[in-house]
């Protein structure tokens, strides 16, 4: 195989989300706002902010800002730039501990630079960038294609062909590594190569073929370099 490019998914094939950080981040809005007077319970925020940010992957809002904006809207509570500056503000307190990344992430990634070019693709509402610099990754990829900035989610094509694009490379050039199989089925209908990381917890979630035979699979990040 003459390999010249690895495109990367951030989310459960590099990092994992810290729980308990998540929970007390949460708690800790829900604390904000009680304090300006507006009586959300934490399922209330949960609910909104997970589909908030579920319908904000390609690029509906292009700042934390604009964001904050749609979460209150949705909650029910009047625009105030005073308590959105103090919603992001406290946000900003756990951006860099929400994310863990797993275990040997961040020593396989300098050996595939030596090696490859690097892209990362990932399916992320606006702010993702901010963790990607916390975490110390940016320095890693030669390309970082978040889909809120492009505009279109994985699995499709559009998204995998512009990340080709700025890698300059040819598809039959490239491998895709991810824990999601539709992500490897929207890269191999590209003709890229697949690596399904085993190590998130919703493989099979949206896939077309729940069946489907990556190139290659295991069981952690590491172990992607016995295959490449």
């Known amino acids: 195989m003459n390999l010249k490019g690895v495109l990367v998914d951030f989310g459960y094939t590099l990092a994992y989300l810290n729980e308990e ?17 507006f009586k959300v319970t934490l399922d209330d925020l949960n609910s909104v902010l997970d589909s908030t940010y579920r319908n904000s992957t390609k690029g509906e809002v292009k700042t934390v800002y604009e964001l904050w904006k749609v979460i209150l809207m949705n909650l029910g509570i009047p625009e105030n730039s005073i308590l959105i500056k103090e919603l992001i503000e406290f946000r900003d307190q756990f ?7 797993y275990d040997k992430a961040s020593l396989v ?10 892209a990362l693709v990932s399916n992320c509402f606006v702010g993702l960038s901010d963790v990607l610099r916390a975490l110390n990754l940016t320095d890693f ?4 294609i978040l889909s809120y900035e492009v505009g279109v ?17 040819k598809p039959e050039e490239c491998v895709f590594v991810s824990d999601a199989i539709s992500d490897l ?40 370099i016995e295959y490449l």
């Open 109 to 118: 990634l300098p050996t595939l630079k030596k090696r490859y070019k690097l």
């Open 185 to 224: 089925e929207g890269a191999r209908e590209v003709g890229l190569k697949t690596i399904l990381i085993n190590q998130g917890e919703h493989s099979d979630y949206e896939a077309k073929d729940s069946s489907f035979k990556p190139d290659y699979q295991c069981k952690q990040i590491s172990e992607i």
């Open 141 to 144: 990829f030669d390309e970082i």
């Open 95 to 101: 951006v860099a501990t929400r994310w863990k990344l």
């Open 21 to 37: 950080n998540v929970r007390r981040h949460r708690g800790g809005l829900v604390s904000l706002l009680t304090k300006y007077g």
């Open 153 to 169: 989610t994985k699995p499709d094509r559009r998204i995998y062909l512009k990340t080709l694009e700025r890698l300059r490379l």
